[in-house]
C-alpha cells in the first residue's frame, strides 16, 4: 500500500466518524452532509498543517462535535463553519498551552468560555480566553483549576458571571 492509498483510507475513516456523529448532533438538529463533512476534514487537515502538528490516530472532530453539539451559539445554519473554527482554536490553544492539557480537558475548557464568557464569539474565545488558559499555566494553577473542572476558571475571568448564573436560579425559582 504506497502513501497515497493511506491517506484516502485514512480521509475516509475520518470522514465516516465524522458523519456517524449525526447521530447524537441530530438530536440538537445539527446535520453534515457528506460535502460538509469533507469541507471540516479537509480544514482541520489545513490547520494541522499550518500550525505544524501530526495528529495520530482518532480526529479530534468527533470530539469537538461532541462537546459543543449542544451549545446554545450552534445552530444548523454555522455548523459547518462553527465546527471549521472550533477545530483550528483547538490546534491553536494546544500549540500555545504546549499540550500541558488533555484533549478532553481543553475541550471543557473551551466549551466552558465558550458558553459562559464569549457566549459564542469565537474572536474571543481566539483571544482573550487563549490569554487566560495561557496565564494560568505561566503561574502554575493549572492543577486547581483542572480539579475544579474549571468552572472557577469562568466564575475568575468574568466575575459577574457568578451573580448571573444566581439571578437566572432565582429567577426560575420565582
Do not use: H, W
Given at each position: ?7 484516502k483510507?485514512?480521509?475516509?475513516y475520518?470522514l465516516d ?20 463533512a ?10 494541522l ?11 479530534i472532530?468527533p ?16 455548523y ?13 490553544y ?7 492539557l ?22 474571543e474565545?481566539?483571544g ?6 495561557q496565564?494560568i ?13 474549571f ?17 437566572y ?6
Amino acid at each position: 500500500m504506497n502513501q497515497n492509498e493511506l491517506a484516502k483510507l485514512t480521509s475516509s475513516y475520518q470522514l465516516d466518524k465524522v458523519i456517524k456523529t449525526n447521530d447524537t448532533a441530530n438530536r440538537f438538529g445539527l446535520t453534515l452532509t457528506k460535502e460538509d463533512a469533507e469541507l471540516v476534514v479537509s480544514a482541520r487537515n489545513k490547520s494541522l498543517q499550518q500550525k505544524g502538528r501530526i495528529e495520530l490516530g482518532e480526529s479530534i472532530i468527533p470530539s469537538i462535535i461532541y462537546e459543543f453539539c449542544d451549545s446554545e451559539y450552534i445552530e444548523q445554519g454555522n455548523y459547518t463553519t462553527s465546527l471549521i473554527r472550533l477545530t483550528d482554536i483547538f490546534y491553536l490553544y494546544k500549540n500555545e498551552t504546549e499540550d500541558l492539557l488533555k484533549d478532553d480537558e481543553l475541550l471543557l475548557y473551551m466549551k466552558l468560555m465558550f458558553e459562559n464568557v464569549c457566549r459564542g464569539d469565537f474572536d474571543e474565545l481566539e483571544g482573550s480566553c487563549l490569554f487566560y488558559i495561557q496565564e494560568i499555566i505561566q503561574e502554575g494553577n493549572l492543577n486547581y483549576y483542572l480539579e475544579t473542572d474549571f468552572k472557577t476558571v469562568c466564575v475568575d475571568f468574568d466575575p459577574g458571571l457568578a451573580l448571573r448564573e444566581e439571578l437566572y436560579i432565582k429567577g426560575l425559582s420565582d
